[in-house]
């Protein structure tokens, strides 16, 4: 599974090259693969318990660029 979610962020990295600055990439995911990428990819010197668990539809903003920063975490506001 954690092999597979890494080639899914190595796509990921693909598809925001090619968008470039056309536009944004969305990506849909579930929160588990969420989590590893949270944990592995964005904050690698973060502990899985650092992350909050995402609730249904949370909404997360990833720089596009290294070193990928959050800007926006599991975010469900816009369900209020």
Known sequence: FRERVAR????????????????????????????????????????ESDMPRPGNTALSIIDPTPPYRVTLLACIAHLD
């Open 8 to 47: 899914a962020w190595l796509r990921m990295l693909e598809f925001s090259k090619q968008v470039g600055g056309r536009g944004h990439l969305a990506v849909v995911t579930h929160g588990l693969v969420y989590r590893l990428l949270f944990v592995h990819h964005l904050t690698p010197e973060a502990d």
